[in-house]
């Protein structure tokens, strides 16, 4: 009797060592599929690292981009007020061109008119010369002046363009970040 229940015990015995051997087998496998598993999330995290890394430069170069842009636009700024300012300074020698053609004007009806003070139309002759000099360095500074308002807004033209065709790149930049972001999202929750 002793030996029938040894008997029942050692078939139990024998039929759980087989469970446990498939159980075994079955955790072994599952544990391999694991490591395959763990080893391909390590090698996407190291992918995903250097991509990490890549795009952080990226944005560094950008930043450094941005901050010379910025610099060009305050570049622009002040060009704008320099253009401003030779525009009144443009003004004002027009102006004061104008008032030099009328005193011209004047100076030459005064020398039709006094023809018999020939001292007086001396001076005037004079003050003609002198004028006719001044309105003719007037127009000299009037045309320099004019060149310089254009190459002025030539330079700032450029540099609107220049910011214009940074801006289209820093809006690829920020896709292509976007879509690592959304990478990276995926990656974690398929984690």
């Known amino acids: ?19 446990w051997e498939t159980e075994l087998q079955a955790l072994r496998e599952s544990n391999a599929r694991l490591t395959t598993t763990l080893q391909e999330s390590v090698a996407s995290i190291e992918h995903w690292k250097k991509q990490f890394s890549i795009g952080k430069d990226e944005n560094d170069q950008l930043r450094s981009k ?15 007020d320099r253009n401003t300012q030779l525009s009144r ?17 004047d100076l030459r ?25 001044r309105n003719k360095d007037l127009e000299e500074k009037v045309r320099a002046l004019r060149t310089e308002v254009e190459e002025s807004k030539h330079r700032q033209s450029n540099l609107k363009m220049e910011l214009q065709t940074f801006l289209d790149v820093l809006d690829g930049k920020i ?17």
Not at 89 to 105: A, F, M, N, S, V
Not at 179 to 188: I, P, T, V
């Open 1 to 19: 009797m002793e030996n029938d229940k040894l008997k029942i015990a050692l078939a139990q015995s024998t039929s759980n060592v087989k469970k």
């Open 66 to 80: 941005i901050e010379e842009l910025e610099e060009q636009c305050n570049e622009i700024d002040k060009e704008r």
């Open 89 to 105: 300074r443009l003004q004002d020698l027009e102006t004061e061109l104008q008032d030099k053609e009328l005193e011209l004007e």
């Open 109 to 133: 009806k005064q020398g039709e008119i006094i023809p018999q003070l020939m001292t007086e139309c001396e001076t005037v002759s004079q003050k003609l010369q002198a004028a006719e000099k």
């Open 175 to 191: 896709d292509e970040l976007q879509d690592f972001r959304q990478g990276l999202s995926k990656l974690g929750v398929n984690n």
